[in-house]
């Protein structure tokens, strides 16, 4: 049974149990990293674990999974803990290394996954662990297995009352074989799994015992900043370091592949450094790049006949049913990530090995990175993972170790750190792609489509397969409304502005763009949107269940409070299904978001506090985008330069956010990106409602 996203059958993943000074060991490769950790002398080769048992009853979980914000470091813990039967409190963890034990080369945390690839492993090793403290238990007592039960860290023996502590059953376990097929608990017997639980990160976090990678601190470190091209794509030609060499706090002034950094003994005396460094560069084929040509180069492209993505269904049928068609175009522009904490890495090459200390969401590729920057073998590079402040997708790992890594080699073994400035962020960030699409759909003497047809350009960032960007139509491809004929084409539009994943990814876009004309189909049919949707999605019940508890908590049967109007989207993604209705009113050309009701269905839930967390959260990054973010060029430059032209929400603006979430006892959904796609069409439908006017482009402008 393979749970995992790589090679790995169960057995191999519970690995071996062995005897050791702390107790008790299970997984597959123990490191020497983490072996200092538990006190542990670290032999050439030692088994591993995913879970140490101390003989002081501690428990310590590896998270193998990055804690991005989102609460993974919590929840994997309580998968950990539920299977067990451990004292909750006496449950640590810590960040695992890089290792294929962990999923390496891809180890990390994207496309809500954390928790869906975590959901039976950790179970299955808790489970594992907990059988083989029962079986040391009754060998002590002589007695039957089926006579213990466990519960808060202890084995029980039910017909005499006695107990004994796990600490001082661990050594006796260690020495047992692991179990091949530990049961699992029936989701009745769980005591943890599905309450809300206080995450474990958020009093270091308060406290600022938590240690993110801009904290990093190491002795003789350096500090530096990098000049890069200010046009995507450009390259250097020459600079002169006079003015900056006579900075104070300057050390040096060095070229790398990405440009040149300006060394020093403090953050500001590098940007001071960088400020006034004389660079010329080479600004290559996008130095005339603006955003009003990439929009005309969109449009032009969904206009005209693209390499088919999607065919499905029975055209000649549907076209006899046909009696109008309706079209629609909609355009999103470039998006950055913005996450609190700027981009930042430390770096420490000498001829041995390489460090890299950063907060990153896949240490896997950062590992490949560092690897290919140093030159080094890959078991001579280290990758320390900290907390994250923020991702979204920017933090993938890669070009950012790399350019630390680049540094440091050129510092004889002194530590550097590498900041990216806000500005940095904004201008050099690898973006949400621009996307338009054109729809047509024809529909039935009802109004109900019997066809809907799709043209969508979108830069691809993952590469195409047969000509088409996978990520440019999820949502479209996989729509939640089953119609008899769905026929899709997609253009790779050939714009090489640096693009990536952006949280949800490419349902951000098609979301908005499929919700919207939803709607618009509802007022051609004229029905209720919610009416119409339901009608619609008659097939698809997890979805259509959503939608009901959403309305129903709003009071969509009943009129909206005075002066304000109501908006509807739904979606599904992630192994989730979300719908969102939002409350609005508008005031001198602003909407002003007042309420945000909704509801989800995600499957099994670990913790309850942390699902509501991410889905208000997630709501708040779309909302934001959706009334005001967007990156523009002119001459090839990032127009917007730090968070007064790229505005978040603000706190005065922030909705009030009803999440409820229906019971299901179906697998794990993901959960972290799951809110941001609704949010936009939910919106932009209520401003109909409001206006009769329908806005097909974003960000929202009542202009």
Not at 126 to 131: D, K, L, Q, V
């Amino acid at each position: 049974m393979n749970h995992l996203p790589f090679k790995l059958d169960r057995r191999q993943f519970l690995g071996s149990s062995v005897a050791t000074a702390g107790g008790l060991f299970l997984g597959t490769v123990w490191h020497s990293e983490l072996s200092a950790q538990f006190g542990r002398p670290a032999p050439a080769v030692v088994p591993d674990a995913f879970i140490h048992i101390g003989a002081d009853d501690i428990v310590t979980l590896i998270i193998h999974k990055p804690e991005v914000g989102q609460g993974t470091e919590t929840s994997i813990a309580m998968l950990l803990a539920e299977e067990l039967d451990c004292d909750w409190d006496k449950v640590r963890t810590v960040f695992a290394p890089v290792d294929a034990v962990y999923g390496a080369p891809f180890q990390g945390t994207v496309g809500s996954m954390a928790i869906r690839t975590s959901w039976m492993p950790m179970r299955m090793t808790g489970a594992a662990g907990r059988e083989m403290l029962i079986q040391a238990a009754a060998t002590q007592w002589g007695i039957d297995p089926y006579r213990c039960r466990t519960g808060n860290s202890l084995v029980t023996d039910i017909e005499t009352n006695e107990s004994l502590s796990y600490g001082s059953l661990a050594e006796a376990a260690s020495t047992l074989e692991v179990p091949d097929n530990p049961r699992l608990k029936e989701a009745s017997e769980f005591n943890l799994l599905g309450t809300p639980v206080k995450r474990r990160d958020t009093a270091v976090k308060i406290n600022g015992q938590a240690q993110y990678g801009i904290d990093i601190s190491l002795p003789g470190m350096v500090y530096a900043v990098l000049a890069r091209c200010p046009v995507p794509g450009g390259t250097l030609l020459s600079f002169d370091v006079s003015a900056t060499k006579a900075v104070p706090g300057v050390l040096d002034v060095i070229e790398v592949p990405q440009g040149v950094a300006v060394i020093a003994d403090n953050t500001w005396a590098a940007i001071s450094g960088r400020r006034v460094l004389q660079v010329l560069w080479d600004e290559g084929e996008n130095a005339t790049l603006n955003s009003t040509d990439i929009s005309a180069h969109l449009h032009e492209l969904v206009s005209q006949p693209g390499v088919v993505a999607l065919d499905k269904g029975d055209a000649d049928t549907a076209r006899e049913a046909t009696v109008k068609t309706v079209e629609a175009r909609y355009e999103v522009p470039y998006l950055a990530h913005a996450p609190m904490e700027p981009l930042n890495s430390v770096a420490r090459v000498n001829a041995e090995t390489c460090d890299v200390w950063t907060g990153t969401q896949m240490p896997g590729i950062a590992h490949l990175s560092a690897v290919q920057a140093c030159g080094l073998p890959a078991d001579q590079v280290n990758i320390h993972s900290q907390y994250v402040g923020g991702g979204f997708g920017s933090r993938g790992g890669g070009p950012l170790v790399a350019e630390s890594v680049e540094i440091a080699k050129q510092l004889g073994g002194v530590p550097v750190k590498l900041l990216w400035t806000r500005e940095d962020d904004l201008q050099h960030d690898r973006f949400r792609p621009v996307s338009c699409v054109q729809f047509n759909a024809g529909v039935d003497a009802s109004g109900i489509p019997v066809s809907w047809k799709g043209t969508v350009a979108c830069s691809s960032f993952m590469g195409l397969r047969d000509g088409i960007d996978r990520e440019s139509i999820s949502g479209l491809a996989e729509l939640a409304y089953d119609f008899p004929y769905v026929h899709f084409q997609y253009h790779e539009p050939g714009i090489t502005v640096p693009t990536n994943y952006w949280r949800s990814v490419g349902l951000s876009q098609n979301t908005f763009f499929a919700e919207s004309f939803i709607d618009e189909l509802a007022v051609q049919a004229g029905m209720d949107s919610v009416d119409y949707r339901r009608t619609l999605l008659a097939d698809n019940p997890r979805l259509l269940a959503v939608l009901n508890l959403a309305a129903e908590k709003v009071g969509w049967n009943g009129p909206p409070p005075n002066g304000r109007f109501r908006g509807v989207a739904v979606m599904n993604g992630f192994g989730s299904f979300n719908a969102q209705i939002v409350e609005i009113s508008l005031e001198a050309e602003q909407v002003h978001v007042h309420r945000v009701v909704s509801a989800i269905d995600c499957g099994s839930v670990i913790n309850p506090a942390g699902v509501v967390q991410q889905v208000q959260s997630a709501i708040v990054y779309g909302l934001s985008a959706a009334l005001r973010g967007e990156i523009t060029f002119e001459q090839g430059r990032v127009q917007q330069t730090n968070l007064h032209q790229y505005e978040p929400l603000r706190l005065k603006e922030m909705p009030v956010v009803e999440v409820h979430i229906v019971a299901s006892d179906a697998a794990p959904g993901g959960v972290g990106e799951l809110g941001t796609p609704a949010i936009a069409p939910a919106v932009t439908n209520a401003i109909f409602s409001a206006t009769g006017k329908r806005l097909r482009r974003l960000p929202i402008d009542l202009a």
